[in-house]
Structures are given as structure tokens and as C-alpha cells.
């Protein structure tokens, strides 16, 4: 029996490029760095032997060097070996991270206990056999499994557990398809055959590049990210940690997730009528606001319209969330009309008849315009609408 920490997917030096502020966009790659600690905290309750990270362990072959050293430094510190492959982000192709000197040389100084898989052969530990997988090419033509089908079992030491450690899509369950969104395009598709034949040669199967936890079979378990990258897609979907696995040669594995992540992704979905809804909006997010700013990131899932001064109500909360949380990624629109009141308050101002005639033809527009192909005439309107009611609440009636 052996035990070890099951990871992947951490893509050190993700960009981030949809969060717009530096500073947000520094801390999240930083946590990605912390998470590293995170993981070293495991090692000892869960008695692991070593670590084995599936693949993209950096988020691109050319990470940048303050990167690399400060990878090599966290690993470094974790006191037992950790086996990486390289995966279709981090690839090991000529010319990558793995093969330049100054990797090489902080791999040496800083992180003694770091070993790269770039060969596709057994490597043999004290406690269990490891067959690297690794991607050599961002998009492999053929099967990363496949040299593994060419090995005389035999040969392999008869009472060590067997780990096949590989990243990409298995039959049936492709992450390129399933893992992508508009901040996170699908990854080229390596596919995996983990057929019955070789599976009963194997005693576990350690992958990377779906971002979640799944269970593939009684063997086969993709870890996910240990701080998660995007917004959930489905309620059952889980990242933020790694796989305590307990293993030995002809049974099947024992596999715990220990969580690992600081951050919260959270989702939101909201359809706003009324004031009323927009009070029970704002008593909702009101612990959000009050926590520690800095650990959330939100995706507000958004319909409905609101009149002029409550939708300006709503703009104030957005301000309030944008500077609590990491992100606030907003999908759909609130619209804004003003409700019988704003609208009297307007047409009528008989004090001002320019205003008056204004918002009377914005109004009569508005009306014409209906919605579909109109809608981004529609939001013209409106936000004419809403600006002409702030300027004529700033003048002083006659």
C-alpha cells in the first residue's frame, strides 16, 4: 500500500486577461503560487510518499522567470518527490520551459525534489511504478497512452502498485468540450483510451485537463484545479482541491479530495421588477459586502428592468460589488424605464418645455421600437431616458 497527493492543472502565470485591474489580476496569479503551501499542508496528515501533478503545471511553455523561480522555491519546501508531466499548456516540445537553462538551474538549486517526466518510460520508486504520459506537443496525434500497451508486464516489479499519469480527454468525456467559456477557450483535445485491457494492468489512473473533480472509473480520477480558474457550469461541479489516494498492486484504490482553495467563485441569478426585489437583492449580497474584499469573485446572472431611479439604486451596488469582489463578471441586462411617476414628472414639467418635449419623443420611440433586432436601440433610448431624469432633477423647477 502507497500514498500519495494527486494534482493538476495549476497554470501558473494565468494572465487573467478579463480581470481589468492589475492589482486583482496580480493577486489571483499569486494565489495560484500560495496554492502550492496549500497542498504542502497535506503531505503529512495524509502520510504521502510523493506528488504527482497531471499536466500544466504552468499555463504556458514560456512561463516568465520570476515564475519559475518562485515554482521551483514552493516546491522546494514540500520535502517529498513531485513527478510532473508536462500537458497541452505547458508542453515539452524543444524550446519550452523544461528544456532552457534557467530552469534547469533554479529546478537544481531550489527544487532538488522536482522531477519532470519528459520520457515515456517506467520509472520506478520505492513504493510504487510510475507511467508518465507526458504531452510533447501542445496536440498529440496519436494516444499518450500508447506506449503503455508495448510494456511486458512482466517486467515491472511484481508487488508495486502501477500509476499511469497522463493528461487529456478519455473516451466519452472530452474537457475541451465540456471545461471551455469565453475566459477559458477549449484546450487541444488529447484523447485518452483507458480501455478494460489496459485497465486491469493498472491500480490507478492520474489525469489532468478537466478542471473538475470527476471520478472516470473505479481506477481512473481527474483531481481538478487546486484553486479553481472559472465560474462553475454545473452544480455538481467541483474544483478547489487535490486526491489523497491510497493504492496497491491488484485492489483498487482509496481516493479522498482534501480541499485546497482561498478563493470563492460564486454564482448569482437575479431577475429584478421592482424596488422591492432590488431591497431583497441588496439584504442578499449584504454578508458578500461584508466580508474580507478580495476572496470572491461573482457572476451575476441578470434580467429583468427597473425603473430610472431604482436602476441607478442598482448601479450603486454594482460600484459596491465591483470594489469588494476579485471579478464581477456580469451576463444579461437590467433594463431601465421610468415607471408612471418618473415619466408624468418628465413629459409634464411645464416649467421646462424643451425637457418636456424631449422626453415625450424618447418616450414615443421607445414604444415604437419593441425588442429583438431593436434592442441595442432600445438601450440607446432608455439610457437617453435616464440621463435626461438625472439632468432634470439637478434643475431647480421655475
Given at each position: ?13 494565468k494572465?487573467?486577461a ?87 538551474t ?45 510494456l ?10 502501477r ?11 472530452a ?17 485518452l ?23 472516470v472509473?473505479?481506477?481512473?480520477w481527474?483531481?481538478g ?116 411617476g ?19 419623443g ?7 421600437s419593441?425588442s429583438g ?26
Amino acid at each position: 500500500m502507497v500514498s500519495f497527493l494527486h494534482s493538476a492543472d495549476w497554470q501558473i502565470g494565468k494572465p487573467y486577461a478579463r480581470v481589468h485591474d492589475p492589482d486583482k489580476r496580480a493577486r489571483l496569479r499569486q494565489e495560484r503560487i500560495a496554492m502550492i503551501g496549500r497542498i504542502g499542508a497535506l503531505i503529512a496528515p495524509c502520510e504521502a510518499a510523493f506528488l504527482l501533478v497531471a499536466g500544466d503545471l504552468f499555463d504556458s511553455p514560456t512561463p516568465s522567470t520570476s515564475d519559475v523561480s518562485a515554482v521551483c522555491q514552493a516546491i522546494g519546501q514540500l520535502g517529498i518527490p513531485v513527478l510532473v508531466i508536462p500537458g497541452n499548456h505547458d508542453h515539452g516540445a524543444p524550446g519550452s520551459v523544461w528544456h532552457s537553462a534557467f530552469f534547469q538551474t533554479e529546478q537544481q538549486r531550489r527544487a532538488p525534489n522536482l522531477q519532470v517526466l519528459l520520457q515515456r518510460e517506467p520509472l520506478e520508486l520505492n513504493d510504487a511504478v510510475v507511467l508518465p504520459c507526458p504531452l510533447l506537443r501542445r496536440s498529440d496525434s496519436g494516444d499518450p497512452t500508447a506506449w503503455v500497451r508495448q510494456l511486458n508486464w512482466s517486467d515491472l516489479p511484481a508487488g508495486k502498485p502501477r500509476i499511469l499519469l497522463a493528461h487529456g480527454s478519455v473516451h466519452g468525456f472530452a474537457a475541451a468540450d465540456l471545461d471551455a467559456d469565453d475566459d477559458n477557450p477549449g484546450s487541444a483535445n488529447n484523447r485518452l483510451e483507458l480501455d478494460d485491457r489496459l485497465l486491469e494492468q493498472l491500480d490507478y489512473v492520474a489525469l489532468g485537463d478537466w478542471h473538475g473533480l470527476k471520478q472516470v472509473n473505479a481506477r481512473s480520477w481527474y483531481s481538478g484545479t487546486p484553486e479553481p480558474d472559472r465560474f462553475p457550469r454545473s452544480n455538481d461541479y467541483r474544483g478547489g482541491q487535490v486526491l489523497a489516494v491510497r493504492a496497491q498492486r491488484g485492489g483498487l484504490p482509496t481516493v479522498e479530495p482534501r480541499a485546497t482553495a482561498a478563493l470563492e467563485w460564486q454564482q448569482l441569478q437575479v431577475s429584478l421588477h421592482s424596488t422591492g426585489d432590488l431591497e431583497r437583492l441588496e439584504q442578499q449580497l449584504e454578508p458578500l459586502l461584508l466580508a474580507e474584499p478580495g476572496r470572491q469573485l461573482l457572476l451575476l446572472e441578470q434580467s429583468g428592468s427597473l425603473s430610472l431611479e431604482a436602476h441607478q439604486r442598482y448601479g450603486e451596488l454594482l460600484e459596491r460589488l465591483e470594489a469588494q469582489l476579485l471579478r464581477l463578471k456580469q451576463r444579461g441586462t437590467i433594463e431601465q424605464a421610468p415607471d408612471p411617476g418618473e415619466l408624468t414628472q418628465l413629459i409634464e414639467r411645464v416649467e421646462d418645455p424643451l425637457i418636456a418635449g424631449v422626453a415625450a419623443g424618447l418616450q414615443n420611440e421607445l414604444e415604437q421600437s419593441g425588442s429583438g433586432e431593436h434592442q441595442e436601440q432600445r438601450q440607446l433610448l432608455q439610457l437617453a431616458l435616464a440621463e435626461l431624469h438625472r439632468a432634470a432633477g439637478a434643475i431647480p423647477c421655475a
